[in-house]
């Protein structure tokens, strides 16, 4: 989707530490990105900063981008564009900051501004792994076709994104989240704190019982893969702790939206480590209170990274059934089923495309 489109949109990726620009044109990249310091204690120097970096954007260009689009932490909201409440990297904005209508102001253009997990799963919806399933779908000879998608950035925090029959879902309060969902093992205790790169530093200190380890998630996963030295047992235990508590926040998403799941962020990297836990908690079953078994997820789950899987979800369990009082047959496949997918465009560029593709889809509702 928008492969072919000529329209130009500027972009920026907004870190705590720096601000990089950049300008998107069918999807891709056009101009080299253009770094300056985010300066985000002082509100002033801060929006000062973003504009000059715009502008720098502007002047490469030989035409006028058409809208500006990027993500921002929240708190926030998006739909009206301000920024404002309790932001960890961008203090100055916590009195609020109508920083879309600043920016709209200043060149001209329409400003779009998302949540980075929103802005992901959009742009693994129309660019990246949802298209590319049901393409592998079709050509493993499937009718099966799917619509929606739940991404999931695993990194410093545990972002959600949700997009519905090709349209993001926005909450009526922009505040589509996940990270606040009670972990699994500890119900009084945020997910977060199971998921993102800090859980994976901390368990690997408890089963190595070593918390002044100082190593980082990359580390842990060479650790695990047997090409650094350190305790193989309790790496793969961290990556495997973060598998069981994402299951089962994932889980409960993955029942109430009825899509498929993709997985983006620094900590993806060590999939092959988060996977089987992640899965095997998405099997699990629960009981009614009479003894009856149900299962934690009523679909079936499969890993869309492993090529067998992939061919059985791909084939499901097709029957003929009869048309009442007609010597005629519909097909019905009765297996229901999700999926489980890493990110090959990986979350920086997911979140770019997300970014241009909104930004053109709200500019042709116009």
Request: with cysteine; hydrophobic share 40%.
């Amino acid at each position: 989707m928008y492969k072919n489109d000529n329209r130009i949109v500027a972009t920026l990726d907004a870190g705590g530490t720096n601000f990089v620009f950049g300008a998107m044109k069918a999807g891709e990249f056009i101009i080299d990105p253009v770094s300056v310091p985010s300066m985000a204690h002082d509100l002033d120097l801060c929006l000062q900063n973003m504009v000059n970096g715009f502008r720098q954007v502007f002047d490469k260009l030989d035409e006028k981008p058409v809208a500006i689009s990027f993500a921002f932490p929240g708190p926030a909201d998006y739909p009206n564009g301000i920024i404002g409440g309790y932001l960890p990297n961008f203090p100055s904005f916590r009195d609020g900051v109508a920083l879309g209508a600043f920016l709209e102001k200043q060149f001209g253009v329409p400003v779009f501004i998302n949540n980075d997990g929103d802005l992901f799963a959009y742009g693994e919806a129309l660019c990246g792994a949802l298209p590319q399933i049901n393409e592998r779908l079709r050509e493993l000879g499937s009718t099966k076709q799917y619509k929606n998608l739940i991404g999931y950035t695993l990194g410093t925090g545990f972002g959600i994104g949700v997009v519905i029959d090709g349209r993001l879902n926005r909450g009526d309060n922009s505040c589509v989240e996940t990270f606040c969902l009670r972990h699994r093992d500890m119900p009084d205790v945020i997910v977060e704190d199971g998921v993102a790169i800090r859980a994976v530093c901390r368990v690997y200190g408890e089963k190595s019982g070593n918390m002044e380890h100082g190593l980082t998630p990359k580390d842990i996963c060479e650790i695990a893969d047997g090409k650094r030295e350190g305790d193989r047992d309790a790496a793969r235990e961290a990556f495997a702790s973060l598998g069981r508590v994402a299951g089962a926040a994932i889980a409960t998403a993955v029942t109430i939206i009825d899509g498929l799941v993709v997985i983006g962020g620094g900590v993806s990297a060590a999939s092959h480590w988060i996977m089987p836990a992640l899965l095997e908690e998405m099997h699990t079953k629960l009981r009614t209170l009479t003894g009856d078994e149900v299962n934690l997820v009523q679909m079936n789950v499969y890993n869309l990274e492993d090529d067998a899987e992939f061919a059985e979800f791909a084939k499901g369990d097709v029957q003929k059934v009869k048309v009442y009082g007609e010597e005629r047959y519909v097909d019905y496949d009765s297996r229901k089923r999700t999926g489980i997918a890493i990110s090959k465009l990986g979350a920086s560029k997911a979140v770019s495309v997300g970014a241009y593709a909104f930004a053109l889809s709200e500019l042709d509702k116009r």
